[in-house]
């Protein structure tokens, strides 16, 4: 096992606190509901593009890419490429649409989109699906985080790492607002991309023995990039691309760009970091770690070649295991900047859904002040719940797959009807979300493979479909 050196842990400390300065330089800059959800609507494209790109890699990057890299090699990236048909769609699609309507009206969450185009009620459940979705995303990032640094550096246990990184996540967001999350989404992100291609990639190249040791080491599927089914790939698309759509996280920077055309920049950057540049490194990274694997690298750990081992672990225990002290403390840097770059864009989130969309429904007005408090409440529960419970992750693949099965169609409705019918966008909310999580919590056999969303948007699209066609644009 191997203990954190002097030299890392102050690097580290030195990271934590200059992530606390951001959120506390934009502590008395929030005047309105407009500075601390949607940063004054000013912000540019270079900054905007970075952190949707960080907020929608950052967390998953070391979990999920590294995994795929680790088990399929280079096809893996196509998961990413997704990413980027979401972010182009997207920015031809949507933003023309909501965004000149979101500037008249100031909206300042997703749900107020949807009580402009149906009613109150609509968005007032709308509200409390993301709001539940988002407190279980922020809860599982920072479990997810703490277990890949438990992993990484043996002497953190599982409850301080969460400790460690929901506490200074939640009061950065707290204190700074959605500016103070934008603009660390974008220093996290430069550190990540030190971190793991500046430093994982090289000298993971050179200690595995190059290229020639790569070829000899894993099948030569692993070097294609055809080595990947189409149902997998079907599955991504209809995962990945609709969070683009009903996104909470996404909608409040669309709303925090000082113009259409910046939102649309903002969008196509995202779109080109996520595929090529995070995809291929992400998935190149749980390559060098298979490989490690496969050459004993990690027997010392525990994990012999042919040694059961969770694939997500590849890539940690692959750092862990070459890099020395200095870079050690760099990497753990990036770790938590992927992690804390999701979590304070996801509890945000829920922060506007519950003060705006909830609370507004009844007619309560928020202070910026207790704005901040709700957001620290929100913050803490989503903490206690990483530190009290180990299947949190289930909960945000319930949440999500709620979100992305209930609000699709209903926002499609927005975007291709004139007068899209209110009965008919709840009523496929419910169905939709309700027979996902039905689907996945029954754990039954679907046929081709199919991913529970499917089905749970094919009859979300049927019942949105007839209900429209039976009352038009009557309000439920």
């Known amino acids: 096992m191997m203990d954190i050196h002097i030299i890392d842990l102050i690097i580290f400390i030195v990271y934590l606190i200059f992530m606390l300065g951001v959120g506390v330089y934009f502590l008395n800059k929030n005047k309105s ?97 993301s709001l539940i979705g988002y407190i279980g995303f922020t809860s599982s990032q920072i479990l997810a985080g703490a277990k890949l640094a438990s992993a990484t550096f043996p002497s953190i246990s599982i409850t301080n790492a969460v400790l460690i990184m929901g506490v200074i996540a939640v009061i950065y967001t707290v204190i700074g607002g959605i500016k103070a999350v934008i603009y660390t989404d974008t220093i996290q992100w430069i550190i990540l991309m030190v971190g793991l291609v500046g430093i994982g990639i090289p000298i993971g190249y050179i200690e595995i023995g190059g290229w020639q040791a790569i070829k000899e080491t894993v099948p030569a599927h692993f070097l294609s990039l055809t080595n990947v089914r189409f149902i997998d790939l079907f599955n991504w698309v209809i995962t990945i691309v609709p969070i683009w759509f009903v996104g909470m996280t996404l909608y409040q920077r669309i709303y925090a760009c000082k113009d259409e055309q910046t939102a649309k920049k903002a969008w196509k950057i995202a779109g080109l970091f996520e595929y090529p540049v995070m995809a291929f490194m992400g998935v190149a990274l749980g390559l060098f770690a298979r490989v490690a694997f496969e050459q004993g690298m990690f027997t010392a750990i525990g994990y012999a070649p042919g040694t059961k081992m969770d694939a997500e672990l590849g890539l940690p225990l692959l750092l862990r295991s070459i890099l020395p002290v200095g870079l050690m403390g760099l990497m753990m840097s990036a770790y938590f900047s992927a992690i804390m770059s999701t979590a304070d864009s996801c509890l945000m989130a829920a922060s506007g859904n519950l003060s705006t969309d909830i609370f507004g429904y009844f007619g309560k007005k928020v202070s910026i002040k207790n704005s901040q408090i709700i957001t620290f409440l929100i913050g803490g529960l989503a903490i206690i719940l990483a530190t009290m419970m180990q299947n949190v992750l289930e909960l945000m693949l319930y949440s999500y797959a709620f979100m992305v099965s209930g609000l699709l169609v209903p926002v499609l409705g927005t975007l291709l009807l004139k007068k899209p019918s209110s009965i008919a966008a709840f009523y496929a909310m419910i169905t939709g979300g309700i027979t996902t999580l039905t689907l ?24 949105f479909s007839l209900l429209q066609k039976l009352y038009g644009s009557e309000k439920i």
């Open 33 to 129: 509901h407009d500075d601390y959800y949607v940063g004054g609507r000013n912000m540019s494209a270079g900054h905007i593009g970075l952190s949707v790109v960080a907020t929608d890699v950052g967390g998953g990057f070391s979990i999920g890419l590294g995994g795929l890299g680790f088990l399929m090699g280079l096809s893996g990236s196509w998961m990413l490429f997704t990413g980027l048909l979401g972010a182009w769609i997207s920015a031809v699609f949507l933003i023309p649409k909501i965004y000149p309507i979101a500037k008249k009206h100031h909206f300042l969450t997703f749900p107020e989109s949807l009580a402009f185009h149906y009613n109150t009620k609509v968005a007032f459940i709308a509200g409390i699906i």
């Open 440 to 463: 996945i919590i029954s754990e039954v056999k679907l046929p081709l493979g199919l991913d529970a969303n499917f089905f749970g948007i094919v009859l979300s699209v049927l019942v």
